[in-house]
């Protein structure tokens, strides 16, 4: 029995023991869990972002010290968070809530109002606390002032749309801008597109310093004349766009236009001085909802072209003729290019003829392209853009050998003494190896240098007289002649054509065309044109003779040669065969 109670002792004993220890265990986790928990307690109170317990409806019940500060340091218990927000922000709020739903985790931004500190912009995230029985039990919602971040990202873009040396509008702005007031406005947008005449010349010669000077004191003007209303913007370069709206943009940007033509042409202020410049400007209109932003800044930039071509310091309001052209320039530019591959290209001639006798003593080769689509082209119109592309050169050369071949195969065969004429361009003069081209071509056709006769327009002729003496003298170690082709429109001086070294000189058409009409004007000046060729020694053809009237006063004025319709037209080589065989040798018979 005694040992029996000894026993069972022993195993109450036992059972104390473990008992003790697993108190001492429970005591030991309950410390480390409150311990643990003051930890949290104490990241969640002195965390950066504020923190905060929401029940379901969006009532605070409990706050860390940051959501204390960041909502204006107020007892928030039992408050909505819904009160501090402001305009759109407290349907956000509501819509994020409602999302809590599906997502256990939300983003919204959402500014409050807070009395003292005014609008902050707040980065939020919403963490729900949820049960498969309950639903929402309520959330977490975790807040960062981002107030400063979002100025400064503001800023970034603003900049990034804004032109660092005028401070106006960049090409981007404008783009949406213009996209804005296309796609939601209903009024009219008018673009006036401006664009400096000469900056390039003043950025080289003077320096970027100074064309930057000029570039803002341009853009204040802009800026100053503009109505109100109306945006400035810089393009980039020296190309600048004010965009206007309303029912009379139009006859606004067209009256602004004026304006700045004529501020433009006083001197402008740059600082340390004045400058001259002048500008061209294009005026287009776009209506919301048919043209687009591309669209419209392409029109201003056709019409602004279009002024240049007009001959600058101008503007031009855009129609779609305009386009049309410039399709039309850039067909002939592209096409150009295969011209003389494809065999487009070919030479009429015209005869130049001794008007005392009617021999035919000369031929003009006059370039023509057969463009497969745009039909037969005028030199008038893809010569200069041949020029301004560079092609001409091997346009030119091309244009050298045909037509001194032509000499050459009607020589032989008619056994006749002519002379071969041949227009060249500006940039075909000024390339380096000019006169070795001229000789090489004269050698291939076994031509000599006397046979062949160059003309050069007269305003070519004029534009650096100093080098166009260089180059001709340098042509004429050639032997060819040199004649200076639609003189009197291109305003040389009398000393200056005692200077280059030529031998002929053609009166330009429109002075021939009204003689013989009663009190013509052009009377004296061709008559005096005669005198002087006379007394400088050199030979006159009359250009584009079309009636006997004309041939008869040329003849009593003492004008020896002369070129026209009333003889013939130019024809191309065939045809020019038949011709002289009939028309020369009856008259060389005679
Ligand atoms: P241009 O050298 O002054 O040539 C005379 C122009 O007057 C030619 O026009 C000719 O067809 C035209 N013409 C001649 N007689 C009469 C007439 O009685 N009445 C009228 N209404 N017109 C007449 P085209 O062939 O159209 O050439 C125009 C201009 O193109 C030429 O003027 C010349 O400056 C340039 N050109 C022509 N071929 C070439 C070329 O191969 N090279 C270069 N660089 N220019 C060329
Ligand atoms: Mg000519
Ligand atoms: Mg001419």
Not at 36 to 49: C, T
Not at 274 to 279: D, Q
Not at 454 to 480: C, F, H, P, Q
Request: hydrophobic residues 40%; aromatic residues 6%.
């Amino acid at each position: 029995m005694l040992s029996a109670l000894s026993d069972s002792a022993g195993e109450i004993e036992g059972q104390r023991e473990e008992l003790v220890e697993t108190n001492n265990n429970l005591e030991r986790a309950v410390f480390e869990r409150t311990e643990r928990l003051e930890r949290l307690n104490g990241i969640f109170a002195h965390a950066l972002d504020g923190i905060g317990e929401l029940d379901p409806a969006g009532r605070i019940l409990n706050a860390n010290l940051t959501m204390v500060r960041l909502l204006g340091g107020e007892e928030l218990q039992g408050r909505s968070f819904v009160e501090w927000l402001a305009g759109n922000s407290a349907s956000d709020f509501v819509q994020a809530v409602g999302q809590l739903v599906y997502d256990a985790r939300v983003e919204a931004e959402l500014v409050i109002d807070v009395a003292g500190s005014g609008r902050r912009e707040l980065q939020c995230v919403l963490v729900r606390d949820w049960s498969e029985h309950q639903g929402l039990r309520g959330m977490h919602l975790f807040i960062k002032d981002v107030t400063e971040h979002r100025k400064i990202e503001r800023e970034m873009v603003h900049q990034a749309r804004r032109d660092s040396l005028t401070g106006l509008g960049n090409r981007r702005l404008l783009h949406d801008s213009l996209e804005n007031l296309l796609s939601k406005g209903d009024q009219p947008v008018v673009v006036l597109f401006m664009d400096l005449d000469n900056f390039k010349l003043i950025n080289d010669s003077r320096g970027h310093k100074v064309g930057d000077r000029l570039l803002r004191a341009v853009g204040e003007i802009m800026s100053a004349e503009s109505p109100l209303g109306s945006e400035v913007y810089r393009m980039g370069g020296d190309e600048f766009m004010v965009v206007l709206v309303g029912e009379n943009a139009l006859e606004t940007g067209e009256g602004l236009a004026i304006r700045l033509l004529d501020v433009l042409s006083q001197p402008v202020d740059v600082g340390d001085g004045f400058m001259f410049v002048s500008c061209s400007v294009g005026l287009a209109q776009g209506i919301p909802g048919k043209t687009s932003a591309i669209d419209l800044i392409r029109d201003g930039d056709t019409a602004m072209y279009q002024a240049k071509a007009n001959g600058k310091a101008g503007y031009s309001i855009y129609d779609d003729a305009m386009n049309a052209m410039i399709l039309e320039r850039l067909e002939i530019e592209e096409g150009l290019r295969f011209a003389i591959e494809h065999y487009q290209l070919l030479l009429v001639y015209q005869p130049i003829v001794e008007i005392g006798t009617g021999r035919v003593k000369g031929l003009e080769a006059l370039l023509r392209w057969v463009h497969p689509k745009l039909g037969m082209i005028s030199p008038t119109k893809f010569i200069p853009i041949a020029e301004e592309t560079g092609l001409i050169v091997p346009i030119g050369e091309w244009v050298l050998k045909e037509s001194m071949q032509a000499l050459a195969y009607l020589r032989s065969t008619l056994n006749l003494d002519i002379t071969m004429n041949i227009n060249m361009s500006q940039r075909q003069l000024s390339t380096p190896n000019v006169a070795d081209l001229v000789q090489h071509s004269l050698n291939e056709a076994g031509l000599s240098g006397p046979e062949v006769m160059i003309e050069i327009t007269e305003s070519m002729a004029m534009e650096d007289i100093d080098r166009t003496v260089w180059t001709l003298n340098e042509l004429k170690t050639t032997g060819v002649g040199l004649a200076i082709d639609d003189f009197g429109t291109g305003f040389s001086s009398l000393s200056s054509l005692q200077q280059l070294p030529i031998d002929k000189v053609k009166i330009d058409r429109s002075f021939i065309e009204s003689l013989g009409m009663l009190e013509s004007r052009h009377f004296g000046v061709v008559e005096a044109i005669i005198q002087l060729c006379r007394a400088l020694e050199l030979e006159v053809v009359a250009e584009g003779i079309e009636t006997l009237d004309q041939l008869e006063i040329l003849d009593g004025l003492g004008c020896e040669y002369g070129q026209g319709f009333y003889w013939a037209k130019p024809m191309n080589l065939r045809a020019l065969e038949a011709y002289l065989q009939e028309f020369d040798f009856s008259k060389n018979a005679a």
